[in-house]
């Protein structure tokens, strides 16, 4: 059975493996003043930085159509058997119920909200299209891609909290203090919901590695893979979180720039550790 791989642009995987694997990217619409752009085709997070910085407002996003999805839903059959399609938690955008209506149309078009967003969905999308090139059963595949939702360890540690102010996600007088104290935001992913999962205090680099050791002892990973997914490159400071990583005995450490959607919410100096929970 030809069984095809899908997901959304939010995914935040490498093109590297998005090549590798054959898997097909569903964009998310980014709008800046009257300009529509492609996330992950034609705009990437330093044009949304300058935006921000020069317009003082937020860029909106929209979501994947159920047009598009069948669109492409009904190239796709024409050439697999089956597809299996990974969504941003549905919780946080309308574009997974819009994959699962257009799914509706055909037969063994199957779609998996992930409950999760950038490469915590990512992770489980790479997961998927292992077990396809292994030729694993198309239901072992699904079950074993449903189990693994749950597992999902997806959270970031935001430094600057300027965005999360302008969304509407943080009040004027938090972010004030916030910014006296030195205060660094831990947003984690319970259910498919994006919450405050504590604050940190102090200089960003020294929060990073107490974060990490945090997120390790609470939630004991599986070592096969790991994602270091940041919205900015951050100089020096990444590269040694990534280090830190590596120390924990991960087989697969992968480094990479979320996109332009995520990156549109969350804003520049943001770092999150993803992974597959024992």
């Known amino acids: 059975m030809k069984i095809a791989v899908t997901a959304d642009s939010t995914c935040d995987i490498p093109k590297s493996l998005i090549e590798k694997y054959k898997i097909i990217i569903f964009p998310l619409t980014v709008i800046m003043g009257e300009q529509e752009y492609r996330d992950g085709v034609n705009i990437d997070s330093n044009t949304i930085y300058q935006f921000v910085d020069k317009y003082k407002i937020l860029p909106k996003t ?5 047009y598009e999805y069948k669109e492409v839903f009904q190239k796709l059959k024409e050439e697999y058997d089956a597809i299996i399609h990974f969504s941003l938690s549905f919780e946080i955008s309308s574009t997974g119920n819009n994959a699962l209506l257009a799914s509706q149309e055909f037969e063994n078009v199957y779609v998996i909200d992930t409950k999760s967003l950038s490469s915590g969905s990512g992770l489980l999308v790479l997961s998927c299209a292992e077990k396809v090139q292994k030729g694993l059963p198309l239901e072992q595949i699904l079950e074993e891609c449903r189990k693994e939702v749950d597992k999902v360890q997806c959270s970031f540690l935001i430094n600057k909290l300027d965005y999360l102010k302008k969304g509407g996600r943080c009040s004027a007088v938090a972010f004030i203090g916030a910014k006296l104290l030195g205060l660094k935001v831990l947003i ?21 590695s107490k974060y990490l050791k945090d997120m390790i002892e609470k939630y004991p990973p599986n070592l096969n893979r790991v994602f270091v997914t940041s919205s900015s ?5 990444r590269d040694a979180f990534v280090e830190e990583v590596r120390a924990f005995g991960f087989k697969d450490v992968i480094v990479q720039d979320a996109g332009a959607t995520i990156c549109s919410h969350c804003g520049p100096e943001t770092i999150g550790v993803l992974y597959l929970k024992q």
């Open 62 to 66: 929209s979501a994947t159509t159920t």
């Open 188 to 208: 984690q992913l319970f259910d498919g919901k994006m919450d405050k999962g504590g604050i940190y205090k102090g200089k960003y680099s020294v929060c990073l």
């Open 233 to 237: 490159p951050m100089p020096g400071i």
